[in-house]
């Protein structure tokens, strides 16, 4: 399908958020143009398997969810860019949005540009996601009933992890670089109450060991003494927080402190006419399914605020 000079609706983005935007204003007949991104279906492409998105009681594979989205879309006539958005003009109305060595304008927008998880930067860790390494433990501590694993970091994400962990898991390590932590006194009070979790202070995992199944333990350093060791486990859960992907919005759209796009009444910008779903705006659930559900009520606000320009 050929791509419009001028769109009703772009959307930005196409993990759960965007594609699921994509559905809702395709069927509303706004002829979306989703403009993918770097990482065509977001972070599930990285996920093996997805055992908590409703629909699917034998899970799904991330790649083949996001796949299925994308071809419900276009059966509605979305129309799909595989490339990034760089950069984007939102003082003015139609937006107009420069993508590669072209650009259109639109009458509203969907940002959906997701958020990105810190890494360690360690040798194979993203190529571990899925087996062993994970950024995400109420996807994946389902996966490690009876098993040790290990979380990265002193936040209150940290903390959240590691409780929820001790469902599943036999034994849940934290390591922490400092020697106290930077979560909420509540959520350190349970993390540091749970008879099933250890820490270990003042240290950094400086290597993923493995075998041919997958992740074996970590090697550690101490900050204090330079001594390292090994600690034998089955996952390790790297919870130092995300980066949300907005860039591109810096000085157009109101963002927090942390870098999250603010939104008002659903998903509506701080500029009328652009809405913004996912992980962009929500730095507490990050789920496909919170995700899915912002993008579906981004698309009906740009609906409406569609017809509401047809009155003036």
């Known amino acids: 399908m050929a791509i419009s000079e001028h769109c009703r609706t772009i959307v930005l983005g196409s993990g759960p958020a965007g594609l699921t935007a994509a559905i809702y204003a395709a069927r509303a007949q706004l002829e979306p143009l989703v ?5 065509p279906g977001g972070q599930l492409t990285g996920t093996t398997e997805i055992e908590n998105f409703p629909g699917f009681p034998e899970g799904i594979d991330g790649n083949e969810l996001m796949d299925r989205m994308r071809r419900q879309a276009e059966r509605f006539g979305a129309c799909f860019f595989d490339g990034s958005a760089s950069p984007v003009e939102l003082d ?15 009458d509203s927008l969907i ?23 994970s950024v995400c433990a109420t996807c994946d501590g389902f996966f490690y009933r009876g098993k040790r694993v290990v979380v990265v970091g002193g ?3 940290a903390m959240e992890d590691a409780v929820f962990l001790t469902r599943f898991a036999e034994k849940v390590t934290v390591v922490h670089r400092r020697d106290s932590l930077r979560a909420s006194p509540p959520m350190q009070k349970r ?9 270990i202070w003042n240290c950094t995992v400086r290597r993923i060991l493995t075998d041919a199944g997958g992740v074996t333990g970590i090697r550690i350093k101490n900050l204090q003494t330079d001594e390292e060791t090994e600690l034998a486990c089955d996952g390790l859960f790297v919870a130092i927080g995300h980066d949300p992907n907005t860039g591109l919005f810096r000085d157009q759209l ?4 942390d870098g999250f796009i603010v939104t008002t009444d659903g998903c509506q910008t701080s500029v009328p ?6 992980d962009v705006q929500d730095a507490h659930f990050r789920q496909a399914i919170t995700a899915a559900g912002t993008g579906c009520q981004a698309a009906m606000q740009a609906e409406r605020f569609l017809e509401s320009l047809k009155g003036n």
């Open 92 to 106: 003015r109305h139609p937006f107009r949005i420069h993508f590669e060595d072209r650009s259109a304008t639109c």
């Open 273 to 278: 006419g652009v809405f913004a779903a996912g």
């Open 254 to 257: 109101e963002l927090t402190p």
């Open 35 to 39: 403009i993918t991104g770097q990482q």
């Open 191 to 199: 993390a540091l109450d749970n008879p099933k979790i250890d820490f």
């Open 111 to 133: 940002v959906a540009t997701g958020a990105t998880p810190r890494q360690l930067g360690l040798p194979g860790e993203v190529e571990l996601y899925g087996r062993g390494v």
């Open 155 to 157: 936040g209150d994400t």
